[in-house]
């Protein structure tokens, strides 16, 4: 099965182009406190930006909103004001929140964090709305985005259970190691592809590159990850 690879944290038209042109599956637009936060009016130019790269190249781009333990109502009008394909939800938001999303979930969560993943396997089992869960790192005081490595073995437990993808530290020099030891059905970068804080399109180019080698070598199965991550959307 291909991976999906999303690239997070795209501040610029440009960069959002060249990671599509590059091959990205999922742009990732950052609406939490950080430093690669954007306005619903950037959001909106990103998002022009990508789509229009990936109909050149007849291919399809898929675009997550990240947000922060931000209430429902406003994660629902930036959903419907950018036209975000997925709301990231990467704080401590419970089930009733995602029950409260108009567009399909991710759930970041990390290990030894609240809620656990038993929990969000518990929860989402009683709503019947199964969201793929994110393993990021666990880096106190940050919510993604540190550039620190996980656990991949229990990331690699989890992957076998249920829809994963993968986040925290993942670089190009390491993206086939993560592959090969988690198998996740997406993985999430963002300062794994930057230079000195800012996106750098050699990084982006390579760590998707290099993504996609590491796949094919693996079982050969024809469906692309845009297909892939869609039906993962259709369980919503």
Not at 38 to 66: F, N
């Amino acid at each position: 099965m291909a991976v999906a690879v999303k690239i997070c944290g795209i501040m610029t038209p440009e960069h959002a182009r060249a990671a599509v042109v590059a091959g990205a599956d999922l742009i990732g637009l950052v609406f939490a406190p950080s430093r690669r936060r954007i306005s619903v009016e950037q959001a909106r130019e990103i998002a022009a930006a990508a789509r229009a790269a990936a109909a050149e190249r007849g291919a399809a781009v898929e675009l997550v909103g990240v947000f922060v333990n931000e209430q429902p109502g406003q994660i629902n009008a930036i959903v419907a004001a950018v036209g975000l394909d997925w709301a990231q939800l990467s704080g401590h938001e419970d089930v009733t929140t995602i029950d409260a999303i108009n567009t399909p979930v991710i759930k970041a969560i990390r290990f030894d964090d609240q809620p656990s993943e038993a929990g969000w396997l518990a929860q989402s089992a009683e709503t019947g709305r199964v969201a793929p869960l994110l393993i990021d790192a666990n880096v106190v005081g940050s919510f993604g985005g540190a550039g620190v490595t996980g656990d991949w073995e229990q990331a690699a437990a989890l992957a076998r259970r249920r829809p994963t993808w993968l986040a925290g530290g993942l670089t190009p020099e390491n993206i086939t190691a993560a592959l090969q030891s988690v198998k996740p059905q997406a993985v999430d970068v963002s300062s794994g592809v930057e230079t000195d804080g800012v996106k750098d399109v050699a990084k982006i180019q390579a760590f998707i590159q290099n993504a996609r080698r590491a796949t094919s070598a693996q079982a050969g199965d024809a469906h692309s990850a845009t297909a892939h991550i869609l039906s993962i959307q259709e369980d919503q």
